[in-house]
């Protein structure tokens, strides 16, 4: 069994290679754990119109607390009050919830008719704590 602490995925997109290699090189992270597609769907279609967020996210945090062991990374990104939610129930369980900072570059084209097209680009920087 290793001693290396996991990172265990609460995020909507998939790892790029970055993330993935920062994660093993500055994290020390041995494993990367993706939730089964039920847990998956509820973190990504967070119902807008639920009063009880916290009764929507429960199977999510049974999940969390079945696989991680204490000194896991989470890395939670998602909307907003769920992350807040995750965020809180991640130091509950003596876990360490992360985010990725990203750099964005913006790049604008003026096209015909007055139009202007802009697109944005990130990457990957490093990933941060979440401070308790």
């Known amino acids: 069994m290793s001693l290396s602490p996991a ?3 609460l995020f909507n ?3 790029t290679n ?3 290699n920062d994660a093993r090189e500055s994290l020390g992270v041995s494993k990367i754990i993706t939730p089964p597609a039920d847990i998956q769907q509820l973190w990504s ?3 807008p119109d639920t009063d009880d967020l916290a009764g929507h996210l429960a199977p999510l945090f049974v999940w969390l607390n079945s696989v991680a062991r204490t000194g896991d990374f989470v890395l939670v990104q ?3 009050g769920a992350s807040c939610l995750a965020v809180k129930e991640s130091f ?3 876990l360490i919830p992360v985010y990725s900072t990203t750099r964005r570059e913006a790049f604008e084209e003026h096209l015909p008719g007055g139009r202007v097209e802009i697109r944005h680009v990130f990457s990957h920087v490093r990933f941060r704590r979440y401070e308790p």
């Open 7 to 9: 990172l265990i995925l």
């Open 13 to 15: 997109h998939t790892l």
């Open 18 to 20: 970055a993330q993935e």
């Open 45 to 47: 279609q967070v119902p």
């Open 78 to 80: 998602g909307e907003f």
């Open 92 to 94: 509950r369980l003596g």
